[in-house]
Structure formats: C-alpha cells, structure tokens
C-alpha cells in the first residue's frame, strides 16, 4: 500500500486480552482482583489539575526515589516507563545490536518479546521449556547470544524459577545481560531486585500493573547498574523525554507507600490462587505449579471449551497456536469469581 513501509504492512504486532464492553467474570487478562489502595485514590482526589499545564519531570525523580526506597536501591539504579512493555521495548536497542548475537528467550513465554525483536530488527533464539514448563536455563546456558530475557515468573505457565538458581545463572554468563521480567514476582517473593550492585549485567524489570493493580495507569521501571539504566535513558530520550506523566507519578508513589495494603491483597491472591489450583486439579485438569497470579489450565478441546464459557459470561484466555491451543490461561479473580468459574467450566467438562 502506498505510504505505508515494510515494516508497518509486513509485523504482526502483539494481540492482546480482550477488553470487551459486555460484563464478564474477566479471567483473561491477569489484572488484580483488588482494588487499588485507598492511598491511591485520595492521591488522585488531592491532585492539582492545574499542573498539568506544565510537562513532568523528564527525569521522573520522585518516583525513582520511591521505587529506590521500596526495592533497597539508590535512584540512579531505577527506571521508569509508561508500562513495563514499554522498558522492555526500550532494552532492546539499549542493549542489543543489528548485527550483533540477538536475544535468547524461552520458547514459550511472553510473546511481545519476538514482536520488540522484530521491530528493532534483533534475533532471537527460542529454547524449549523444561518438562515441568519452567524455563530451561541450562539450555540458555549453552547458546550463543549477547543476553538473555527470562520472564520470572514466566508468562503464560506461571512457573518461576528460584531465586538461588536464577542468581547462579546470572553468575554463570558475566560477559551476557540478563533482563529478568519480574512483572509477577510479587506473587512469588524470589526476586532479584537486591542483587543489581552485586551484578552488572542483571537488569530486572517490573511493573505496577498487577499486584498493585494499577494495569490502567501504565507504569513500569527496571532496576540495574547505573550504566544499564543509562542506556535505556538515552533510548527512551530518543523517543519520549517525557513518558511517565504527572498524574501517573503522583498514583504509583501513593500505591508504594501503603505497603500494609499491598501485602494483604497479594498474599490474599495467592491464597485464593492455591485453592482454586486444587479444585481444577480435583476435576482431573492438568495445572503446573503457579508463582504468579494465573493458572495455566491443560484441557481437551480448549478452544471450544473457552468459546462456551464466553457464552456463559466467563471469560479466559486462550491461543489458537501449536502447544497453547491444548490450554487456557486463567486469573485469579475473587472468590466469587472464581467459583462461578468452577460451576460453569465443570459443566463442560
């Protein structure tokens, strides 16, 4: 088509969750079944409108300072971007070169990371997953490429990996970056946040979209040697000086100090993640063990199975590509929620 480049008429971009306007039970999209912190709110009812007149602070610095705080760092050590896509879309021509070994990433994991390849014209290595669908690093071990990117836990299996053994990779590969997309950790506790001055070459995103349920203010940040995040500061200056606005920046310095809150609604996730992994499996479903805050769910005739549940008012993901097509990945929604989830889908089954 005329104007239009090659690049533009030939990727095929990332499809994301349904975000449909009917009311659903929504299991789809891994948002948090919890409201945000009140903190938050009054955050947002205190907040003077008429700064936004004026741009934010290209450096983000009174965020930077909090997550610093929150995650035991100094502010040169953090990052900020509108979404954790965002910062991982930022590493790739922070960190990887045209002609240079490309990434390596699991075979099965969060596929925007082949889209940011393709776009930024990177290669990538896919290795197969391990038995138990975690995330093969003996085989990363072994493959020729400038660093790796390791959804930890990893998307859309919900397995994590320890955070011994992730450090003992990151030990093993001191002259390859290891980007460790943590945007679940939270609900797993193994992070390698604390470990970025031990480790130049360990870059760990996360993001504020999912355990402080703020997925609609799209606010993300990386944690790493002042070099690493550096570099992503003189891509993003590139692109957008100014990419974490004002009211955003206000929204995730309130969410970070209500640390009693954030505590509660995550452990009652994975709480109710637990029993909700108990009754599939009583209902003889296949279902790897999660550290995140979403099951993936083995089941005959998926793709059927997740058409009728729409019909019914439940809605899950599913993906009608080779492996996936055999699953459907679930939320962790309330527990009642959850249940009218269990009534539906045993009614199929």
Known sequence: MQFISKLASGIEPYTAGEQPRERFVKLNTNENAYPPSPLVKRAIESFDADTLKLYPRPDSAPLRAEIARAEGVLPENVFVGNGSDEVLALSFPAFFDRDGKGVCIGKYTYSFYEVFAKLFDVSVNKIALNEDLSINLAGMYGDDCAGYLIA????????????????????????????????????????????????????????????????????????????????????????????????????????????????????????????????????????????????????????EVYRKLKARGVLVRYWDKTFLSDFLRITVGLREENDVLLRELNKLL
Not at 179 to 187: H, K, L, R, S, V
Not at 252 to 271: F, G, P, S, W
């Open 152 to 303: 930890n836990p990893n998307a859309p299996t919900g397995v994590g990996i320890g955070q011994t053994k992730m450090l003992e990779f990151v030990k093993s590969v001191p002259d390859r970056l290891v980007i460790a997309d943590e945007a679940y950790m939270d609900f797993f506790g193994e992070s390698l946040a604390p470990y970025v001055n031990r480790f130049k070459n360990l870059l760990v995103v996360k993001t504020f979209s999912k355990s402080y349920s703020l997925a609609g203010i799209r606010c993300g940040y990386a944690i790493g040697d002042p070099a690493l995040i550096s570099a992503l500061t003189r891509i993003k200056d590139c692109f957008n000086s100014y990419p974490v606005d004002s009211l955003c920046s206000a929204v995730c310095i309130a969410a970070l100090r209500d640390r009693e809150y954030h505590r509660k609604t995550v452990e009652a996730i994975v709480e109710e993640r637990e029993r909700l992994c108990a009754e599939l499996k009583k209902s003889g479903l296949f279902v790897p063990e999660s550290s995140a805050n979403f099951l993936f769910v083995k089941i005959k005739n998926a793709g």
